[in-house]
């Protein structure tokens, strides 16, 4: 497996260009921008953790997206499956990988990913992702801030790790509340406001974790949570028993 395809940069960047306020928090007027640092700062802490495994590790990524993390860690993984549910990032992820072995993006709901819901989407290592745990990793990088039930997804990547698996979950922190509030605004979310609770509200939906408390509200008291980006970003982990209990 390769690294990054600079076409998935250069379509990332069209994206931010077309809007001003966008492009300041990618690139920052004299240097790297807020979102720039938070994602930098997140992969580092990421690939922190895949470095400890000491192994090139099966992952699937919740939320694949357009594969971005999945394509930059290309390097550390044996195998990399990425489901989403909307087709057309999925489409772009499926286009730079061509020709890269190793990879696969699904489309599949967060909270029910052994299910199938295009005919032609079929895993190629079996006739649909597996019932019985089989990926070292399962990782969530901050889209579970937008699933619909974040306890379910949580509970639906424990099933797809082997016993001693890591699941893994980013989320934006409160420092981060600031310029994101403005980021839902300039992509049109509508008005988005900072609840009490710890969450972001955007177009009346829950659009982003904010504290370790709804953290640990939402996952339980298995889980552990660290910071990065200078305390702007929740890295949530949780380690599955080495055998199974019982």
């Not at 993984?77 to 190793?102: H, K, W, Y």
Request: glycine content about 8%.
């Amino acid at each position: 497996m390769t690294q990054i395809n600079k076409t998935l940069i250069n379509q990332s960047k069209k994206r931010y260009l077309e809007n001003d306020f966008l492009w300041r928090l990618l690139q920052g007027a004299n240097g790297p921008g807020p979102m720039r640092d938070w994602r930098v700062a997140e992969l580092q802490a990421v690939t922190n953790l895949i470095v400890a495994m000491k192994k090139k590790v099966r992952v699937i990524d919740f939320g694949c997206g357009d594969g971005r993390h999945l394509i930059e860690l290309g390097s550390m993984f044996d195998l990399a499956v990425g489901i989403d549910l909307d087709p057309e990032p999925l489409r772009i992820a499926r286009e730079n990988v061509v020709g890269q072995s190793g990879f696969q993006f699904l489309r599949r709901n967060m909270e029910c990913p052994e299910r199938v819901l295009d005919s032609d989407d079929k895993f190629d290592i079996a006739s649909e992702l597996p019932s019985v745990p089989k990926f070292d990793l399962a990782m969530c990088l901050w889209s579970s801030a937008f699933a619909a039930e974040p306890t379910t997804v949580f509970q639906a990547m424990k099933r797809q790790v082997v016993p001693g698996g890591l699941v893994l979950l980013t989320a934006y922190g409160e420092k981060s509340v600031p310029w994101r509030l403005g980021f839902y605004e300039a992509i049109g979310e509508g008005k988005s406001v900072a609840t009490p609770d710890g969450i972001l509200m955007a177009s009346g939906s829950v659009s982003a974790i904010c504290t370790p408390e709804l953290a640990s509200k939402l996952f339980g008291e298995e889980i552990e949570i660290d910071f990065f980006a200078n305390g702007e970003g929740l890295l949530i982990t949780h380690r599955l028993p080495t055998q199974e209990s019982g």
